[in-house]
T-cell receptor, first 110, second 113 residues
Framework: GIQVEQSPPDLILQEGANSTLRCNFS?????LQWFHQNPWGQLINLFY???GTKQNGRLSATTVATERYSLLYISSSQTTDSGVYFC????????????FGAGTQVVVTP | EAQVTQNPRYLITVTGKKLTVTCSQN?????MSWYRQDPGLGLRQIYY???????DKGDVPEGYKVSRKEKRNFPLILESPSPNQTSLYFC????????????FGNGTRLTVT
């Protein structure tokens, strides 16, 4: 099956800093999503982005499908950005079968 | 309010006692899926359904059953739970069309003793 690697595994940021999270995948995808799991365990969808660039407030994401990676940018980080960020992908022949990366644990300190 | 509702939120049971975790969505989504989350192993897909009466195995289907008799409901059934099924379970749904974000329920924490 498709392999998903996220980096870095952990990230500590001072409030106001910018950061980039990366998701590498091993095969062509037609479904790629980024999620944030907050400290209470809720999973929130951030982006559906199998290709191209999207922005939502201080967050933006870019997927370069031909090179098999996606980047999530957090700008001007806030303490509410703390949590775990996951990317999830499915290959072109199996849209519904989602494979999650191991996640990036982000801690934003005041 | 658009949401995915899982019940119960917490469940403690004993080995071998059949249980069902319910999942319901009110967004008319075709696609529904179940995941388990374990420390160090991340989120792993158990089963998914592309529409009514259509279900497929994810990465870790052993020991679980699902059914999709109605569009809004996708229950997860553990016929004979074992301690290695102690985990945090999530249900999720989306439209089947491309460009459709996945919406998660709040999770069910299951402990099997």
């Amino acid at each position: 099956g498709i392999q998903v690697e996220q980096s870095p595994p952990d990230l500590i940021l001072q409030e106001g800093a910018n950061s980039t999270l990366r998701c590498n995948f091993s095969d062509s995808v037609n479904n790629l999503q980024w999620f944030h799991q907050n400290p209470w365990g809720q999973l929130i969808n951030l982006f559906y982005i199998p290709s191209g660039t999207k922005q939502n407030g201080r967050l933006s994401a870019t997927t370069v499908a031909t090179e098999r990676y996606s980047l999530l940018y957090i700008s001007s980080s806030q303490t509410t950005d703390s949590g775990v960020y996951f990317c999830a992908v499915s290959s072109t022949d199996s849209w519904g079968k989602l494979q999650f990366g191991a996640g990036t644990q982000v801690v934003v300190t005041p | 309010e658009a949401q995915v509702t899982q019940n119960p939120r917490y469940l403690i049971t004993v080995t071998g006692k059949k249980l069902t975790v319910t999942c319901s969505q009110n967004m008319n989504h075709e696609y529904m899926s179940w995941y388990r989350q374990d420390p160090g192993l991340g989120l792993r897909q158990i089963y998914y359904s592309m529409n009514v009466e259509v279900t497929d195995k994810g990465d870790v289907p052993e020991g679980y059953k699902v059914s999709r008799k109605e569009k809004r409901n996708f229950p997860l059934i553990l016929e004979s739970p074992s301690p290695n099924q102690t985990s945090l379970y999530f249900c999720a749904s989306s439209y089947r069309d491309r460009d459709s974000p996945l919406h998660f329920g709040n999770g069910t924490r299951l402990t099997v003793t």
